[in-house]
């Protein structure tokens, strides 16, 4: 499935090779990337309800891997002084609010555990809030685990497990091999989870040297959770004449919930809130979340929740909702549409900055001039159907900038989908200002 990105990540690390870089420590710091990269795929599966977000992805996003490995010695040491979490320190490195939790001992250890076979996975420990279970886990071996990928994960609790997503890490087949494979599953819910019971059953299925292994591991959290603080403003703006309602604000321990309703009768859709931050007296902010689902709703939808990093554990006298910037296309552009035999663009925004690079009935590539740090730095779409409304599932995003161009590789899965593709946008480079400042207390 990956051998187009994979070829790709063999010349990009050839001309990579070939360049000198200024500072030998940049120059590692890419090669580690490359890497991680080869060898991860971030999953995201929604249940029911479609979401948008950023996900960890096969190819390579320089600055994301050059600053995803610069940790704080403050942070790190939080972290470490837990028993066992010295290995999950990279796992959370890039988040605000996990870093809080973890210094206000929010985290729970679990250590319960199964062993099928020569694999044992444990479940090491958790973070649970309303808004979703960040599960830390490992799998071993006494073997080298070779091959390894993760299928599929689920969570079974007291009446179902609640619409919203899942996201984990699965490596690559070309990772070195190990006897320990460490990772997070992030689930992610719609509804707040107000259950008392806090007893839950973690399905993962691995496949490890072309066997599958099925585990099942019940476990208990042992302290109930935080409730989360609702700040309801129901309150409408504007940006550049775009209007829309600043309905909740639900801040959590995970994660920070932002629901927001779109004026339908607006002439450019809003895509993305590309600054959404909270930010506090002194200045600082809590912004998007960097790795992970980063909103629930649907393009075509008015109504949206977007996910910020937590400030949960801090106080602040005062705190604001602030934006000043928005991704948005002309409604009629929302909906790019691809022939993906012939190559054909038939619909994409007027300024007709992607390239439609190659395509089959597996993959598509695209590319758009790279804008460094204005630019888009995650997927472009939200969802694919074909001209029947045949949903095509997407199994991966691949992203890379080189020679001054950002490219996509999306895979999707094989079907005898009928062209032309319909790929709703939910990120474009095309900007609106403005500047949106509530006040939450």
Known sequence: MYEKEEEKLKKLKEQLDSRPLPLTEAD??????????????RQVRKRRKRFYGTVAVVALLLLTFVTSIRVSPAFANAVASIPG??????????????DAAFQNDYYQQIGASQTIGDLTLTIDGVILDESGMNVFYTIDSEQLLERIRIETVDLEMEGGMPEGSVSYGSPQEEDEKDRKYTDRIDFHFVDPYLSQNLSFDLKVEALVSGEGTAFSVPFTVPEKIKSSEV????????????????????????????????????????????????????????????????AFGEVDDSRRTYFLQSNYFNQPKKLYLRM??????????????????????????????????????????????????????YDLFSSITDSAGKEVNKTSTGMYTIDGFDHWNISFSPTDHQNPLKLELSAYPNYLEGDVKLELK
């Open 85 to 98: 979490m010295e290995k999950f320190v990279e796992l959370i490195s890039m988040d605000k609010g996990l």
């Open 324 to 377: 000043n910037k928005v991704q948005a296309v002309r409604q009629e552009d929302a909906v790019a549409e691809i022939n993906t035999e012939t190559g054909e663009w038939l619909n994409q925004p007027a300024d007709q900055k992607i390239e439609l690079v190659e395509s089959d009935k597996y993959h598509v590539e695209l590319r758009m001039p790279s804008k460094g740090e204005n630019g888009v730095h």
């Open 28 to 41: 590692q710091a890419i090669r580690e990337g490359m890497e991680r990269a080869k060898r991860e795929t």
């Open 231 to 294: 700040y309801t403003l129901n309150q409408e703006v504007e940006i550049d004449s775009q209007k829309f309602t600043v309905e909740t604000v639900t801040i959590s321990p995970l994660r920070v919930g932002v629901k927001i309703v779109l004026d339908p009768s607006n002439r450019m859709k809003i895509l993305n809130f590309e600054d959404m931050r909270l930010e506090d007296e002194k200045g600082e902010v809590w912004s998007s979340i960097k790795n992970g689902t980063t």
